[in-house]
């Protein structure tokens, strides 16, 4: 009971403080956006919730997925329906304000800049940019990187603002307005004016100039709205040819749009006019009928975007990796405390829980997706660390002990921390054709990224092996779970796995490419890590490798691993291009040099540990 109450006590804790976070997401605005954030767009080749739409596109231009006073789907109904108040809100981050000519007293506010502060500093380095699209990319600076990609920034955002201007009411109509028939209208009539007193506008009536500014205005929207595809939001036809476009598509389109479009689009204009009025009861009521609407097209899935937005809200990877740092800190607690009962069955209890977490995080991205777990950098990262999670877990069941449960929550924990700088703004992206086939991703990835984790575990197993041997008064049974023929065990399952990898995207390769094997980096980096697993077996098997030199060996394969995984990607070449990443050189050049310093102190340590006591007893 002890033990039920304290695990149940830090389990509060620990999602009490993910909670307020989540409860600082719910609605603050008078209008909610709870159910307005899973109605459907197109967006980079999938159907997503407006929810989806707004968090990537917002962590695009921010960083984050919320600003301080919105959470995304607030912010995107601001852009869409008040367009005016939303170029006046800080969103675009950007560091070195200086260098772009942008007022410095607002650095201390998170580095965010508004659309007007963009868009005077874009203008200002107009001939700078227009050099940059006559310069190839790859000779360009990464000042220059940093410039273009605000510019592009500057140009999506412009265009989420001019999504719905094709629905603003002209002239006081509380229709759909017709473009094509309301310009031609006004075109005449301003004709009729110009022929009549000229382009003097100081000539003109009240209800010319008024004739005059409605037909501007028009030209304007139109203008803006000619190449305005991003908000892809009504449905278009029936059954498989169901498309997706933008209201100025539509608008601008050669053909009539018909009843159901029409009924789709006065929704969206409902929104608008609700929104800019503050009306509860329209906002909410046309929710329920676009939501009605929604549901009766054809082979359309609304729950599932329903599902999306609720993956969104929860982060069940982020509760996975609280309940992780929770086992780790009771790992540590019992470490340094033997007085507190029940923390073993605690931490199993916490990271259990965490990997039942991650794998419905897991288990929701493919059911989402439509396809198996691993197809991105960040996706194997996610996966991997499950796999070590799962790992870890299963050791502490096996040998009851805390090892298992360590390796599992601390490999969890730092591989958590790298998926960060391997998320973009969208980390359920649509993957390009020659990855998009299910049957390989289900074979050959899962199984070289299920060989990730096992050698992962592998390494880390040798590291503790190593540092146990520092403390002569260490547990049997801890030193037992990290022993050379569990870590052999773990090693050899590692190979398995990650040979069998190798050998299918051989396969694939062959079906894609025609050639089974092409020296690409890639596939010398599985090669590689199959190369030095079989070199450590064979050592020690025909023992031309001491037990300490294997164990070294062993923690080493952790460099190994981040070879092949990442660093083959810093070559930025071979067909493999789906990997390539910028900025790594550093990481891994650290990463791999406090590797071999760690591991070398560690076994030089055992080695003349050893030597001492075989003299001793030569003695």
Known sequence: MRYFLFFMTCLFLCVSSFGYMAQANKER?????????????????????????????????????????????????????????AISRPVFKVVNAKDYGLP????????????????????AKKDILQELKKTPEKNWTLAQKDLFTLYEQYLI?????????????LGGSSEIPDQKKLKARLDRQLKKIIQAKGENFENYTKEEKEIAARSFRLHVLQEGGQHNKIARIIPVGSNDRLQWLSPWQITLGDQEPDEQVKTYLEFWQSFLIA??????????????????????????????????????????????????????FLILLGAFSSQIPHLHPASFTAL???????????????????????GTLYESILFVSLICAAGGLYMAHIHKTSIGLLTGALSSILLYLTAHSFSSHDTMSTLVAVLNTNFWLATHVLCITIGYGL???????????????????TGKNLRKSVDEKNIKTMLILSLLFTATGTILGGIWADQSWGRFWGW???????????????????GRLSAHLKEHLYIAGCAFLSVIVVFAWFGVNLLNVGLHSYGFTDGLLWGIGLFTLFEIALISTLALNWFLKRRKHDEKNYS
């Open 29 to 85: 605005s008078a209008l909610s956006t709870a159910q307005w954030k899973n109605l459907p767009i197109l967006h980079d080749g999938r159907l997503k919730p407006l929810d989806s739409f707004a968090r990537t596109t917002l962590k695009q231009f921010s960083g984050k997925d919320r600003l301080q006073d919105l959470n995304a789907p607030q912010w995107l109904a601001e852009i869409f329906f008040a367009p005016e108040k």
């Open 520 to 538: 690409d980096p890639k596939e010398n980096g599985a090669l590689l890590i199959v190369l030095w697993s079989v070199w450590l077996l064979h």
């Open 157 to 169: 955002y412009t265009e989420i603002l001019r999504s719905l201007t094709s629905l603003m009411v």
């Open 104 to 123: 410095e007293e607002k650095e201390a506010k998170n580095h965010l800049y508004n659309y007007t502060d963009i868009s005077q500093s874009l203008q």
């Open 455 to 473: 050698c992962l575990l592998t390494s880390l197993m040798a590291h503790l092996n190593l540092a146990l041997q520092k403390f002569a008064n």
């Open 352 to 374: 259990l829980t965490g990997v039942t977490l991650h794998g419905i995080d897991i288990a929701l991205r493919i059911y989402l997706l439509e396809r198996p777990p691993v």
């Open 275 to 328: 929104y800019n009025k503050n009306d509860h009861a329209k906002w909410n009521k046309t929710n329920i009928q676009a939501q009605e609407f929604l549901k009766d097209l054809p082979d359309f899935q609304f729950q599932k975007l329903k599902l999306e937005a609720f993956y969104n809200g929860w982060n069940f990877y982020r509760l996975s990796f609280g309940l992780y740092c929770l086992c780790l």
